[in-house]
């Protein structure tokens, strides 16, 4: 069974930085397309960006520049490093191999910016 943990979310300032962690078990991470969501309070979750088994990244268009996915194999973890931090970014974020139908959600990680 596929779990995933989210980790590293925290209170930061306006132009501060972050990163998030995320451990997939259960499977063949290595091989898993990694996708990082945020649900903003009252919102939806929306995709901020994509990390594929082989290195390709794609990213929402207000975080590009800013937000950068990685991942470790060898740890099954993915990380989203987060700079220049807008309260706009504020919400929980969520991240989930994308190669399951239905994802295999984790309890996400609190995210807060503060002006």
């Known amino acids: 069974q596929v779990q995933v943990v989210e980790s590293g979310g925290g209170l930061v300032q306006l132009g501060g930085s972050l990163r998030l962690s995320c451990t997939v078990t259960?499977?063949?991470?290595?091989?898993?397309?990694i996708r990082w969501y945020r649900q903003a309070p009252g919102e939806q979750r929306v995709p901020v960006g994509t990390?594929?088994?082989?290195?390709?990244?794609n990213y929402l268009d207000s975080v590009k520049g800013r937000f950068t996915i990685s991942r470790d194999n060898a740890k099954e973890t993915a990380y989203l490093q987060m700079n220049n931090l807008s309260p706009d970014d504020t919400g929980v974020y969520y991240c989930?191999?994308?190669?399951?139908?239905?994802?295999?959600w984790g309890q996400g990680t609190q995210v807060t910016v503060s002006s």
């Open positions: 989930a191999p994308i190669n399951f139908s239905p994802r295999p």
């Open positions: 259960g499977g063949t991470f290595s091989l898993y397309t």
């Open positions: 990390l594929t088994s082989d290195g390709t990244t």
